[in-house]
């Protein structure tokens, strides 16, 4: 059921989205790999060309896989549209990212878009972040600062930060930047404090980049359990 709805609204999003001769961001998690695959196909069935940026290591595997066109932000400074997930949508299009890990390289891929298109399964719809998403803030640091991070962080917010862990490695999870994550567990906060929360927790010494995109997304794909989509 979530796996068809993933799949409903990142094939919805490609179709929608892509046009011939495009730059494109390629976010990474696991609604993006529906979406790489449609890409493939309607880049191989309509003979389009279309440049991919990653935004991972997970994503450059899958452009490579479907023999994509990949390239950087080196060469391609600027894109038409990003595609990506995301693991909590609010009601005005912020997002938390970084379940996957990572942020940092969406964050930026995504800054450098015309459009951030966004496509995701029911679950992750809420009206205000932390509702849905009980997992945290992931949040990237250097990692000599992740103690500091944590207990500034804890102090001036409140909530608990923790380092996550690796699933099949004993320590940290390392990112593909060679940092760690904290994942903030947050208190109630009003909506219209997370941008300033934002700002406030990007000037710690030692963080590289939140999971918070405010303001960024242009418009999300859900897909539902009943099979129907919804753009918001
Ligand atoms: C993320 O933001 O970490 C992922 O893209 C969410 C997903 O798995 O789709």
Not at 7 to 34: E, P, Q, R, W
Not at 69 to 77: A, H, K
Not at 133 to 152: A, D, N, Q
Request: with cysteine; proline share 3%; charged share 25%.
């Amino acid at each position: 059921m979530v796996e068809e709805a993933k799949k409903l609204a990142a094939f919805a999003a490609i179709d929608d989205h892509l046009k011939n001769n495009m730059i494109i961001g390629v976010g990474s998690g696991s609604t993006i790999v529906y979406a790489v695959e449609r890409l493939a196909e309607k880049i191989k069935n309509d003979g389009l060309i279309v440049t991919c940026v990653p935004t991972s290591f997970q994503a450059r595997q899958l452009i490579t896989k479907h023999g994509l066109i990949m390239s950087d932000l080196e060469r391609n400074p600027q894109l038409d549209v990003a595609f990506d997930g995301a693991d909590e949508v609010d009601e005005k299009l912020n997002l938390i990212k970084g379940g996957g890990g990572c942020l940092t390289q969406e964050k930026i891929v995504a800054s450098a878009a015309k459009k951030l298109i966004i496509v995701a399964d029911f679950n992750k719809r809420a009206i205000k972040l932390g509702e849905r998403w009980k997992k945290g803030l992931p949040i990237e640091v250097i990692p000599m600062s992740y103690m500091l991070v944590k207990r500034k962080i804890e102090t001036m917010f409140g909530g608990e930060a923790t380092l996550r862990m690796a699933q099949a490695k004993a320590g940290p999870l390392v990112t593909d930047n060679s940092n760690f994550i904290l994942d903030w567990k947050f208190p109630a906060i009003p909506k219209e404090e997370w941008k300033r929360i934002n700002l406030e927790i990007n000037n710690i010494a030692g963080v590289v980049e939140t999971g918070l995109f405010i303001e960024m997304a242009t418009q999300v794909y859900f897909g539902n359990q009943d099979g129907t989509i919804t753009v918001v």
